[in-house]
Every structure is written in structure tokens, then in C-alpha cells.
């Protein structure tokens, strides 16, 4: 609980976002339900102070080289929407436990939460009278194989979705953070952050309690799914970027060049990712070879 | 460069303990019997069902017994007893179609679950820059 509150310092897990306003009305249905969202919205542990963005220091060039990070951004939120859903399903089917699957559920949720506060970013960086990015939406392409237990898919696709991507995500957005100083991008971090931390550790949870009740077996599949997982990561690591460089002024208002990331990712992998896997027995094969210096400096 | 390797370490060490030994609880060891319940082993969401062959058997078996039944009945039934042992057959293949489209359509609803496309495995992450 210590480290819990030296993590997220002032962020309350379970506060409310008292100056919370809708963020994209036109994503939304236009009937009752509205209300509600915004009620589940509301659960958001940080206050964006919107109205405090220092855009307007910057240059076009910089605001569009944002406003690409952030169309990617919100990309990637709204595609863990489908993921957590999905992998909901496999929890369910494995008969996780409920807080498992509650807290799973939820993230879901909270991703809703997180692609909203993008498009609301890609908003704010678009240039004055420049087309706005439009971000493509995806669809959860976790594996599926009906013939194998069930226990063993929900354990690989956690491992997948949890323990690597999400702890890869609250790792970066830890580092993204400490080098943002826009107060409103830092909220915005930080609010994205606070949420991720919980979606790591559900992974954590569940892979030490499916190892206690499913043995050898979840072992096997938990180290067959590391390569790939680890590599899903990677991909995205190595995918290229929005043109437009990283200026200074572009750093402050949350954002990494490529060759910092590839360092988190590297160190994530091995003081991270390695010993956690290796702590629960599972075997890491050539994890450490494949994401060491050498990759990490390749770029 | 050297700056930001310490922010990656000092990064990776608030996640380790936040994260992975507070999520997996590696102060303790794992399996280790202790005051935990014993957890209840997962049982399969839906029970098996049927094979194509247990229910084409099945299919088999009342034919058969309404077959032996029929040639048990007097000479002067015998005539309708065969109409009858016709019927039931041909029950039981139209049962055995039905059965086989069944277990056929719920293999395909087992395997489509939603899943997008996609041909390489691409992860999630939080996307920086
Ligand atoms: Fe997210
Ligand atoms: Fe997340």
C-alpha cells in the first residue's frame, strides 16, 4: 500500500473527477444511456485542467507532430476497448475469479476513458483550420484456439494483454511523464497512467493464481505466449513514427523519440518482465538476448 | 543518453515492486499450501456434448427397438408393423440429419468467436511518439 500511494502520489484510485466534462459528445448515442456514461466516466482519479494546454506556444509543426502522436494514441486505446473485452470472455470462460473478471471488465472501461482523452488531445494539437488526424479503429486480434483448456488461453491472452503490454505501458508512461511539463498533457499521462497500473497488476494476479491451481500446465503455455507477446510490444516499439521531429518544446508536451522508448523496453524486459516471469517459474527463454543492448541501440 | 538509462532503471524498479511483486505477491511463495482455500479446479463452461456417432447410435438403437418390438406383433399386423418400423426409421435418419447440421453449426459458432484479423501479433503498449 506504501509503494501504492510513493507511485501514484496525490492520484486516488477510486476519486472522482469533480470538474469532469464530456469530452466527445459526438461519440455518443444521443439517448438516455449518456448519463450513465458520464456517471462511469466520472471515475476518473485525476482533474484534467483543459482550459491550461500550452498550445498555443507552439508551431504548427509541432501541433501536428502531436497531433499525430495522439491519433496513434487514441488508436491504440480504443483498440484495448475490444481487447479487454475479449479477453473478459476468456476469463469467464476459464471461470476466473470475479474480481478478475470485474477488474478486467473494467478496464474496458477505462480505455473508453483513455481514447476519449486522446481525441480530446487530437483536438486541442490539430493545427487552426489543418485536417484533423482520423484514427482508424481496431479490433482485438487475440488468439483463439477452441481445442486447447481454457485455463491455458486465458492465462496466455492475459499474458499477452496484462503482464507484458499493459506493464510495458505503465513503465513508458511512468518515464513519459516525468519528462512532460504541459500541465495539461501531464494530467492527461498521468490520468492514463494511474488506470494502468491497476491493468498490469491484474495480469500479475491472475497468473500467480492460475499457476497455483492449474500447475505445469499454465506454465507451459504461460512461457509459450512470452516470445510472442514480448514481440507484439516490439513491433510496436519499432513501428515508425508521424513525421515532424521531436523538438524540445514537443518533449514537454509528452513525448519520447524512438531511441529512448527502445531503451525503456529493453530495460523493461530485463529488470521487469524477465524476473517477474522467472519469479513465478516460468522460463524466459532468449528474452533477455533478444531485447538486450543490442536491440536496444539499434534503431 | 546515459540520463535517460537511469530514468529507465529507476522507472523499472517503481513498476517491479507496484506492479509485478505487489500484483504476483512474491513476498510469499508460491503454492505453498498456507491458510489460502483450497481453489476449485475449473470445470468446462459448457458440458460436453454428444458426439455426431454416440447420437447417430442412439438414432440407431430406437429403430431397432421399435423393429423388434413390430416383429413380436401378430401376422395380421405385420403389414402395418412394417409401415410403422419404416416411419421410425426414417425418424430417426431425419433426427441423425438434424443432430449432424446441429453439432455442425455449433462447431462453427465454437470457432467464430470476435476476434479481428491481422497477420502479425502486435502488441499493445502505451504508442510514445
Ligand atoms: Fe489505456
Ligand atoms: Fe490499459
Same mark, same amino acid.
Given at each position: 500500500?506504501?509503494?501504492?500511494?510513493?507511485?501514484?502520489?496525490?492520484?486516488?484510485?477510486?476519486?472522482?473527477?469533480?470538474?469532469?466534462?464530456?469530452?466527445?459528445?459526438?461519440?455518443?448515442?444521443?439517448?438516455?444511456?449518456?448519463?450513465?456514461?458520464?456517471?462511469?466516466?466520472?471515475?476518473?482519479?485525476?482533474?484534467?485542467?483543459?482550459?491550461?494546454? +500550452?498550445?498555443?506556444?507552439?508551431?504548427?509543426?509541432?501541433?501536428?507532430?502531436?497531433?499525430?502522436?495522439?491519433?496513434?494514441? !487514441?488508436?491504440? /486505446?480504443? %483498440?484495448?476497448?475490444?481487447?479487454?473485452?475479449?479477453?473478459?470472455?476468456? %476469463?469467464?470462460?476459464?471461470?476466473?475469479?470475479?474480481? &478478475?473478471?470485474?477488474?478486467?471488465?473494467?478496464?474496458?472501461?477505462?480505455?473508453?476513458?483513455?481514447?476519449?482523452?486522446?481525441?480530446?488531445? *487530437?483536438?486541442?494539437? !490539430?493545427?487552426?483550420?489543418?485536417?484533423?488526424?482520423?484514427?482508424?479503429?481496431?479490433?482485438?486480434?487475440?488468439?483463439?484456439?477452441?481445442?486447447?483448456?481454457?485455463?491455458?488461453?486465458?492465462?496466455?491472452?492475459?499474458?499477452?494483454?496484462?503482464?507484458?503490454?499493459?506493464?510495458?505501458?505503465?513503465?513508458?508512461?511512468?518515464?513519459?511523464?516525468?519528462?512532460?511539463?504541459?500541465?495539461?498533457?501531464?494530467?492527461? %499521462?498521468? !490520468?492514463?497512467?494511474?488506470?494502468?497500473?491497476?491493468?498490469?497488476?491484474?495480469?500479475?494476479?491472475?497468473?500467480?493464481?492460475?499457476?497455483?491451481? +492449474?500447475?505445469?500446465?499454465? *506454465?507451459?503455455?504461460?512461457?509459450?505466449?512470452?516470445?510472442?507477446?514480448?514481440?507484439?510490444?516490439?513491433?510496436?516499439?519499432?513501428?515508425?513514427?508521424?513525421?515532424?521531429?521531436?523538438? /524540445?518544446? &514537443?518533449?514537454?508536451?509528452?513525448?519520447?523519440?524512438?531511441?529512448?522508448?527502445? &531503451? *525503456?523496453?529493453?530495460?523493461?524486459?530485463?529488470?521487469?518482465? &524477465?524476473?517477474?516471469?522467472?519469479?513465478?517459474?516460468?522460463?524466459?527463454? !532468449?528474452?533477455?538476448?533478444?531485447?538486450?543492448?543490442?536491440?536496444?541501440?539499434?534503431? | 543518453?546515459?540520463?535517460?538509462?537511469?530514468?529507465?532503471?529507476?522507472?523499472?524498479?517503481?513498476?517491479?515492486?507496484?506492479?509485478?511483486?505487489?500484483?504476483?505477491?512474491?513476498?510469499?511463495?508460491?503454492?505453498?499450501?498456507?491458510?489460502?482455500?483450497? @481453489?476449485?479446479?475449473?470445470? @468446462?463452461? $459448457? @458440458?460436453?456434448?454428444?458426439?455426431?456417432?454416440?447420437?447417430?447410435?442412439?438414432?440407431? #438403437?430406437?429403430?431397432?427397438?421399435?423393429?423388434?418390438?413390430?416383429?413380436?406383433?401378430?401376422?395380421?399386423?405385420?403389414?402395418?408393423?412394417?409401415?410403422?418400423?419404416? #416411419?421410425?426409421? #426414417?425418424?430417426?435418419?431425419?433426427?441423425?440429419?438434424?443432430?449432424?447440421?446441429?453439432?455442425? $453449426? $455449433?462447431?462453427?459458432?465454437? #470457432?467464430?468467436?470476435?476476434?479481428?484479423?491481422?497477420?502479425?501479433?502486435?502488441?499493445?503498449?502505451?504508442?510514445?511518439?
Amino acid at each position: 500500500m506504501t509503494d501504492d500511494l510513493d507511485l501514484l502520489g496525490d492520484v486516488d484510485p477510486q476519486g472522482r473527477d469533480e470538474h469532469y466534462e464530456p469530452t466527445s459528445p459526438w461519440w455518443l448515442s444521443g439517448t438516455p444511456l449518456e448519463a450513465e456514461h458520464h456517471r462511469l466516466m466520472r471515475r476518473r482519479s485525476v482533474p484534467i485542467p483543459w482550459d491550461q494546454s +500550452g498550445v498555443a506556444k507552439l508551431t504548427d509543426a509541432e501541433r501536428a507532430r502531436l497531433a499525430g502522436t495522439w491519433t496513434r494514441r !487514441s488508436e491504440a /486505446e480504443y %483498440l484495448a476497448i475490444s481487447t479487454f473485452s475479449v479477453l473478459a470472455i476468456d %476469463l469467464v470462460a476459464a471461470m476466473a475469479p470475479a474480481d &478478475v473478471i470485474s477488474l478486467c471488465l473494467r478496464a474496458g472501461i477505462d480505455e473508453i476513458r483513455h481514447a476519449e482523452m486522446c481525441l480530446r488531445m *487530437i483536438e486541442i494539437y !490539430s493545427p487552426p483550420g489543418a485536417v484533423k488526424p482520423m484514427p482508424k479503429p481496431g479490433m482485438s486480434s487475440l488468439p483463439d484456439d477452441p481445442d486447447r483448456p481454457k485455463l491455458h488461453q486465458a492465462l496466455a491472452n492475459t499474458m499477452l494483454v496484462s503482464c507484458v503490454s499493459e506493464t510495458y505501458a505503465t513503465t513508458v508512461l511512468s518515464a513519459t511523464r516525468d519528462l512532460t511539463t504541459d500541465p495539461t498533457a501531464q494530467a492527461v %499521462l498521468t !490520468s492514463i497512467y494511474s488506470d494502468e497500473v491497476m491493468h498490469a497488476r491484474l495480469g500479475w494476479s491472475y497468473m500467480r493464481h492460475a499457476i497455483e491451481i +492449474g500447475g505445469q500446465g499454465v *506454465i507451459d503455455a504461460a512461457a509459450a505466449m512470452l516470445p510472442r507477446a514480448l514481440r507484439g510490444v516490439a513491433n510496436v516499439v519499432e513501428r515508425e513514427r508521424p513525421e515532424g521531429a521531436v523538438t /524540445e518544446a &514537443v518533449r514537454g508536451h509528452g513525448l519520447m523519440t524512438p531511441q529512448e522508448e527502445r &531503451v *525503456i523496453y529493453s530495460t523493461c524486459v530485463r529488470e521487469v518482465l &524477465v524476473p517477474g516471469f522467472a519469479a513465478l517459474g516460468i522460463p524466459v527463454g !532468449s528474452a533477455l538476448e533478444d531485447y538486450g543492448d543490442a536491440w536496444a541501440h539499434a534503431a | 543518453m546515459t540520463k535517460h538509462r537511469e530514468l529507465a532503471s529507476l522507472v523499472s524498479n517503481k513498476i517491479w515492486r507496484t506492479v509485478v511483486v505487489a500484483g504476483a505477491m512474491l513476498a510469499t511463495a508460491p503454492a505453498c499450501g498456507g491458510n489460502k482455500p483450497a @481453489p476449485v479446479a475449473p470445470a @468446462p463452461a $459448457d @458440458p460436453a456434448p454428444k458426439s455426431v456417432e454416440a447420437q447417430a447410435d442412439d438414432g440407431k #438403437k430406437a429403430a431397432d427397438e421399435q423393429a423388434a418390438a413390430a416383429a413380436k406383433t401378430a401376422e395380421d399386423a405385420r403389414l402395418l408393423a412394417e409401415q410403422e418400423a419404416d #416411419k421410425a426409421a #426414417k425418424d430417426a435418419a431425419a433426427a441423425k440429419e438434424a443432430a449432424d447440421k446441429k453439432a455442425a $453449426d $455449433d462447431a462453427a459458432a465454437a #470457432k467464430k468467436r470476435p476476434r479481428g484479423g491481422g497477420d502479425r501479433p502486435t502488441g499493445r503498449g502505451f504508442i510514445l511518439s
